[in-house]
């Protein structure tokens, strides 16, 4: 890794010096902050072409320029680790020059968790890493759900939450799924395990395309119960055999073909694009899926197109087709097939159709990237608007130097002084941004003192800013400082916060305090407050992050306060530590549901003999102190 810095932009590392292995570079500004990564074939001459002439750089690399202080790159050995390492250091460093990809919406997808014992089938949006089979992505959650109510007629696998499942088992009665022949019943005994995981299978394998053994399956059956007159069981597979059709008919069918691809096509303009992203499973569109881009850097239609096929390849990962449909040929396109062969674990094409069935459909996935890049900018204008207007009143009515990109609003969250917390919120460009959410746990302050509080999280909140500017940025938790502090609370928490800056020689970091009987905003060493008008874009900003703040900080004092609640509960019982506490806890679900069990269910758990069952039952049995029930009530509620 070379490194080189220059504050008057004048700085060039000497070519001698820059490698000519593939890799990538970073760009940083002033605050040590990466505005920009980029991938080489060849790092030297990559980087020397943004040291030409000045009127020969796009205006976005020269905006990148004029920010940066420096350049620094990494050598990799060879193209497709460059893209690896390209897409982690996008993800994790969040650079304000890269394009940036936003999923048009949280899509909805039909899970089966095959990784339990018993699965379970489900509609879930955003997938998780932990072996559930995701099939999908769907526009609209309603027409999955409904695809499932059908399938579900068919393969009648378990669809309840693990707490219903636990409850039916112990009780040994079924839910009304059951009953209306929705599910097949493995709570009680009613399939094996392995007859319900051979259910799950049929499901998957219909789910993926594999659907005319199942329906001929269904036929074959339905004709040979009425063959031997048992109508009745011949007219539930007639109606099993219609709900599988009309869950194929739910499925577009693209080509005559059975094979599989992704279709991708897009729209723009000069600064924004909108991608659309077709799935075809045995000549089925089973889902769909869109993004929005912002352009930030300049690119080519090549140049864009491959940059999200990086996206999408490292998104789907096995879940990748042998052949994905482009509009046009993308830059690198045998690098990226390299790269998706071995996310794939099988050989990827990348190709542009230039006629017949899968050109119309891609004309088709270009349609939609049009209408999808119209209703984006619709909403993203009077959004941006919106923002912008609100930083500059904002501006405006505190007298701050500048407009404050980099919000920070902190809350305190106590109950009589006991399990008091802190929350610390942040919004960049009038956006939150979840990612930099800090959660404190009062540690200083005895009792109800909320100026005490106050001054102890921001105090620990820019120590910590302090002691990490000596560190690389990849090593910083705490790293960047705010444009502008708010405090929710009046002039006394407001005095407390400036107190805790002073102590700590920090100057350049604006704060204010917003109390919520007439949403007065106060200023230090000013008597008068900001009354901001009721319609103003500024007080419905300040408004939106002093909630957030409150959700934020009420969520983690309800999760401290339950847990030492819950803890309390078996306190002075003999023989239930934390060990037998957890299986309790986990064997029933709540502290409500173990006072509610009997002698015998206590006795069931794992680790709890008959005669500790009958000590915790009498112990958890007492009469408890009002407030003490009220705030259990409060907290299963």
Known sequence: MGLVENPALAFKPDPGTIPTEPGCYLWRDAHDRVVYVGKAKNLRARLSSYFGAW??????????????????????DNEVEALHLEYNLIKRYRPRYNVRYTDDKSYPYLAVTVQEDVPRAMVRRNPRKDGTRYFGPYAHAYAIR???????????????????????????????LYHIGRCAGPCVGKVSEEEHRALVDDLIRFLEGDTD????????????????????????????????????????????RREDFDAIAYHDDDLEAAFQAFFVRRGRVVGRKGWTVDKVEELDAAQLVGRFLLELILERGRDLPREVLVPVEPADREVLEELAAEQRGGRVTIRVPQRGEKRAFLETVRENAVEAFQQHKLKRAKDFNARSQALHELQEALGLREAPLRIECYDISTLQGTNSVASMVVMEDGLPRKSEYRRFKIRGVVGQDDFAMMHEVITRRFRRLLEEQEKPVSERKFAYPPNLVIIDGGKGQLNAARRALDELGITDVEVCALAKRLE???????????????SSEALF?????????????ITYHRQLRGKSMTESAFDGIPGVGPARRKALLKHFGSLKRVRAATVEELAEV??????????????????????????????EA
Do not use: Y
Request: hydrophobic share 40%; aromatic share 4%; glycine share 4%.
């Open 55 to 76: 009127w020969g750089i796009p205006q976005r690399t020269r905006a990148m320029l004029e920010a940066a202080r420096s350049v620094e790159w990494i050598v990799c």
């Open 146 to 176: 409904e695809t499932l109510d059908l399938l579900l007629r068919v393969f009648p696998v378990r669809t309840c939450s693990q707490g219903v499942f636990d409850r039916c088992r112990r009780t040994g009665r079924p839910c009304l």
């Open 213 to 256: 053994e199942t329906l001929a399956d269904l036929t074959e059956r339905m004709n040979a119960e009425a063959a031997k007159l048992n109508f009745e069981a011949a007219a539930r597979l007639r109606d099993q055999l219609e709900a599988a059709r009309k869950a194929l008919e739910r499925q577009q069918m693209v080509t005559g």
């Open 520 to 534: 007065e905003v106060f200023l230090p060493d000013r008597e008068e407050s900001v009354l901001l008008p009721r």
């Open 541 to 553: 900003l300040l408004q939106r992050i002093r909630d957030e703040a409150h959700r934020f900080a």
């Open 606 to 635: 794992e680790g709890v003999s008959a005669t500790l069952a009958r000590v915790i039952h009498e112990h958890l049995s007492r009469p408890q102190p009002r407030d003490s029930r009220r705030q259990e009530e409060a907290m």
